[in-house]
């Protein structure tokens, strides 16, 4: 149980830090940060049960107040903006990233590959693409439109987890806790 919460907080954690790095923020309000990949490393590595509970973790750390998204963004009032559809999904994409690593027997390397690509790209699209419709006053299709300049830094992000998790089966087999 203790390491658990360890485990949790660790990657909760690791998300925050990964907003350190400077965002660049397009037309449509949405910034490109580096926290997805932390939320797809959270499922492939923690598995989808603890890595949606790291995300709910952070999440529940920005909804108090604690400026921990990209840009030094933290309080309720994220809740309203464009970026609440892509908030939502985090704990979503984590889930699903671990669920495909948890259940799929391919090389953990791809099976993290293509729960990446399932989590963070299709589930968290899906969400980010329903909130920047209804905060934007914009179609389906248009908000869509508005996230593809996203596509191809979260397809690198992909593959960096592919990799990284891929790196620590490798090296630390017993800390994959996605593969039990």
């Known amino acids: 149980m203790e390491r658990s919460v360890t485990q949790i907080a660790l990657f909760a954690a690791l998300i925050a830090v990964l907003g350190l790095v400077p ?9 490109i940060t580096a926290q997805s990949l ?12 603890k890595g949606a509970l790291a995300v709910l973790l952070f ?15 933290g ?17 979503v994409a984590a889930f699903l990233a671990g669920l495909v690593v948890e259940k ?17 790209i299709v589930a968290m699209y899906a969400c980010g693409t329903v909130g920047m419709a209804l905060v934007l006053d914009k179609t389906l299709p248009a908000a869509a439109l508005l996230n593809t300049p996203f596509l191809a830094g979260d397809l690198i992000k992909t593959v960096l987890a592919g990799l990284i998790t891929n790196g620590l089966a490798r090296v630390r087999p017993g800390a994959l806790l996605s593969r039990p």
């Open 59 to 73: 999440l529940l750390l920005v909804m108090l107040g604690l400026p921990l998204l990209s840009g030094g963004r």
């Open 38 to 49: 932390g939320v797809m490393l959270c499922g492939t590595v923690l598995g989808a049960r």
């Open 75 to 91: 309080g309720i009032g994220v809740l309203a903006g464009p970026t609440v559809g892509f908030i939502v999904g985090f704990p």
């Open 104 to 120: 799929w027997r391919a090389p953990v390397g791809v099976a993290a590959f293509a729960g990446s690509v399932l989590g963070g």
């Open 23 to 31: 965002q660049i923020t397009l037309i449509s309000g949405v910034p």
